[in-house]
């Protein structure tokens, strides 16, 4: 049993999630998803387990389903900025990660927004760059689509490249007489405008503040896609995934280093932080139990439902979830496939009816009814067992160089990170792979990024 | 905030005495700023200020230190910290999204229970217009109309969740009253919107928003404007001004501001004493608030506080309300012809 503090250490971050199939609200321990006090529990007992950082996402819409909203989905999305500055407020070490999308924000805005930020935490700002903005359309914007789908890689790091130049270009000269205030206007003037006039972006805009204690935020990003890896391994401090297992990563690793071998980087500049599910148990037993509930929760007949009119393309009145496969015909309308109810895209209408003939044959080789079948299309993914259980697996995988650390999915708001804190860390802890206390209050330097 | 006179004080030249030369301390000089700011709002807190109006200058070379934080993430930062001032941020529109800002200021009001406003300060100018790659907006008329429909935009997202849209039934499986969701399907002379907030407005549904005063009249939707800042120290004009009487439409108060520094007063004259005199007198002229536009923490915390305290302008901390029940007791204050 190891006192010392780690070497090469195992990372924490907490992944708040603002709506998602899989939030289960109906949970007896659940805060309410969107109150500012579910915030605050989430963020101060995530620091009392000394995480590196919390996670807030951005750009879910209302659930809507065929046109018509719907009301069993959870849902809400405060304003993540104006939530990480409460945050910072009450927290002194916790690094505050932001989502901030390059399609509908300029780049002027974005490095005075997460300057503010970096500054009123003191240097624990992280900025999740995402190039669009999750499932937001151009419909809700006044500039309305203004970037094409291919385009979205291209004005992402145009975006980028201007948000640090920015925030790198306050004069590194010192000051020298008694007004600060008075001296950075007198600097500024001597200091180059950024400039950048091109067909992805336009910007002209002086330096906005001086850097932070932490330079400039911590880059995070998803990077899954061939680009996106592209795009992570010249700018990404950190990349959350979403694989869970070490097959998974295994090919995720091979991907990413081949990727920053051709930048030149290393793979330990890189934190690499699957997302997580985790559910803690008394006993395995136990754990299996809370799994199995949640999984029925996230599966309930609503959302087995949505997820089979989603796949036919229609409406299934007539369905009968414990019945077999709808025999409709479905209906191909590309607008509604959609990666988060994790079906892939199907580029024509013949394709979409050879893959719903493949789902009916096996359905009934199987003998599985509607809902049988959707279940089985999902096998639950996570770390399910007791605290020591699923400590043993992360520290698996990161021992094995799989994983940095984990971006535990606070799927229970307010219980998850309490299980997690409570009974996970502190056998991390006595494993000798997680710290006792925090090695900074600066998230570059508790994430190793500089 | 439960008094008839509101008392705000505006952040943006707000000066730090003793911040540290040199580059290498500037993000020092930056954190100490933060510190007084917070430390004082919170005392500010305390003592029965209404509420603060947070500045903004968004290039460096204008406003102070403070001011060039985004007012909107510093209203965030204090709110957490505070329990009954009010928090106004300045909200430049040009070049935002009406989506964005409508979410902020729900967010904020959530995270502040209420005690949220807008100080709506239109500026289409070509610095601005730059910083964004756009192209200025040179006609008052034009930069009016705009931003009406701006402001208008933002209410029909703060009322697009009713209260009560959360149920959480958990025995039915729903977790929204759909019945009182409603979508923004707005096509103006400005803005083509549709679409949905992410968030409820719960906490006062309508954020106030203060405004210039050429900007409240003819205020159209549910948006509640008030008029703020129509006239800087009145009370010293040549001939003593209450609040101009034009306005016209949903304008519900007349807020003066006074600029307060340690020579304010004449030479011959106790500070103490002349800001007493002046809220007296702008009272008597029929001002609904003032807005003190102090130039450093020094002079409001030696003088002016303590002089507003003794002469009871100051609440004592009594119950925690909105900023919009505090701006209703404006509404009632204002002179005749002031409201709509």
Redesign the interface.
């Known amino acids: 049993m190891s006192r010392t503090e780690p070497a090469r250490r195992l990372h924490l971050g907490i992944f708040y999630p ?1 709506t998602s199939a899989v939030v289960d ?2 949970h007896p321990n659940a805060g ?1 998803l ?3 006090d579910t915030y ?1 529990h989430t963020a101060l007992k995530a620091q009392e387990g000394l995480f590196d950082a919390l996670f807030l996402g951005e750009g ?3 659930p809507e389903h065929f046109g ?12 993540r ?10 927290t002194t070490h916790l690094g505050l990660v932001a989502t901030i999308n390059t399609a ?1 924000s ?1 780049p ?2 974005i490095a ?2 997460l300057a ?2 970096d ?2 935490s ?2 624990r700002v992280g900025w999740n760059v995402v190039t669009s903005a999750g499932a937001l359309k151009g ?5 309305g689509d203004a970037v094409a789908h291919e385009d979205r890689y291209r004005r992402a790091e145009a975006n980028l490249v201007a948000v640090r130049a920015i925030l790198d270009a ?12 008075e ?3 007198a600097d ?2 001597l200091a180059p405008r950024i400039s950048v ?1 091109s067909s992805l ?13 932490q330079q400039r935020p911590v880059i995070f990003q998803a990077g899954e896609s061939n680009d996106g890896l592209a795009f992570s391994s010249r700018y990404s401090d950190a990349l959350f995934v979403p694989y869970q297992n070490a097959e998974d990563l295994g090919d995720y690793a091979h991907r990413l280093e081949t990727q920053l071998a051709r930048v030149g980087r290393s793979r330990a500049s890189i934190k690499v932080l699957p997302r997580a599910y985790v559910i803690v148990g008394d006993s395995t037993d136990d754990a299996r139990d809370q799994a199995e509930a949640y999984d029925s929760f996230v599966w ?3 959302q087995v439902r949505q997820f089979l009119e989603r796949a036919w393309g229609r409406t299934l009145p007539d369905l009968d979830l414990d019945g077999p496969l709808p025999e409709e015909d479905p209906v191909f309308d590309q607008r509604l496939d959609s990666a988060r109810f994790t079906l892939q895209k199907i580029a024509s209408s013949d394709r979409l009816r050879a893959r719903i003939d493949g789902w009916r044959s096996e359905a009934a080789e199987r003998g599985w009814s509607a809902r049988q079948f959707v279940r089985a299309k999902h096998p639950q993914q996570g770390f399910f067992g007791t605290g020591e259980e699923v400590a043993n697996s992360f520290i698996s995988l990161f021992e094995r160089g799989l994983a940095d650390g984990f971006l535990v999915h606070n799927n229970i708001p307010k219980h998850t990170v309490d299980q997690i804190v409570d009974r996970v860390v502190p056998i991390l802890q006595d494993r000798g792979v997680y710290p006792r206390r925090y090695a900074s209050d600066v998230l570059a330097r508790n994430l190793g990024a500089v | 905030m439960s008094r008839e006179f509101p008392i705000g004080i505006r952040t943006g030249g707000l ?2 005495d003793g ?6 301390e ?2 020092d ?3 100490t700023a ?1 510190a007084e700011l ?1 430390r004082n709002v919170r005392r500010w807190d305390r003592i029965g200020v209404d509420y603060a109006v947070i500045d903004d200058a ?4 204008t406003g ?2 403070l001011s ?3 007012p ?10 505070t329990e009954r001032i009010g928090l106004v941020p300045v909200i430049n529109p040009a ?6 800002v409508a ?2 200021l ?3 009001d ?2 502040a229970g209420g005690r949220i406003g807008w100080l709506l300060q239109p500026d289409y100018s070509g610095e601005i217009a ?4 756009r192209q200025p907006v040179e006609e008052n008329v034009q930069v009016r109309s705009i931003v009406l429909e701006f402001v208008q935009l933002a209410a029909a997202f703060w009322h697009s969740w009713e209260p009560g849209a ?1 149920i ?1 039934d ?1 025995e039915n ?6 019945g009182r ?1 409603h979508r923004v399907e707005h096509q103006g002379a ?7 907030a ?3 407005s719960d906490s006062q549904g309508t954020i106030p928003v203060l405004a210039a005063h050429d900007f409240s009249a003819g205020a159209v939707g549910a948006a509640r404007i008030v008029s703020a800042a129509t006239r800087v120290n009145p009370s010293q004009d040549a001939g003593a001004e209450g609040p101009a009487g034009t306005s016209t439409g949903p304008v519900v108060g007349a807020t003066a501001e006074l600029v307060v520094s340690k020579d304010s007063a004449r030479a011959d004259v106790d500070l103490a004493d002349w800001i007493v005199r002046e809220i007296a007198s702008l009272v008597e002229l029929g001002w609904g608030g003032v807005l003190l536009r102090p130039d450093s923490f020094a002079v409001l915390d030696e003088v002016v506080l303590p002089a507003l305290a003794q002469a009871g302008y100051l609440g004592s901390g009594g119950s925690v309300g909105t900023l919009t029940s505090l701006l209703h007791q404006t509404i009632r204050s204002a002179p005749e012809g002031e409201t709509a």
């Open positions: 603002e609200w109906s309410p969107n109150d500012f605050r879910a819409l209302f018509a909203l719907s009301p069993h989905n959870v849902y809400g999305e405060p304003d900025d104006t939530i990480l500055a409460a945050l910072a407020a009450l509908f300029d002027y805005d005075r927004r503010t930020l500054h009123l003191d240097g419909e809700y914007f006044e500039r306050w004069p590194a000269r010192g000051l020298s007489a008694s007004y600060f205030d001296l950075i206007r500024v003037r006039h972006l336009t910007v002209d805009a002086p330096p906005v503040l001086p850097p932070s204690r309930r007949d609503s | 000066a730090v911040i540290p030369n040199g580059a290498a500037e993000a000089a930056v954190r933060i917070q968004p290039t460096p070379v102070t230190l060039r934080l985004v909107t993430h510093v209203a965030g930062y204090l709110a957490a910290t070049f935002q999204e009406p989506y964005y979410k902020r729900a967010t904020l959530l995270v730059r910083l964004f790659g959360v959480r958990r499986d729903l977790y929204f009253d759909v969701i400005h803005f083509t919107v549709r679409g949905i992410s968030i409820h």
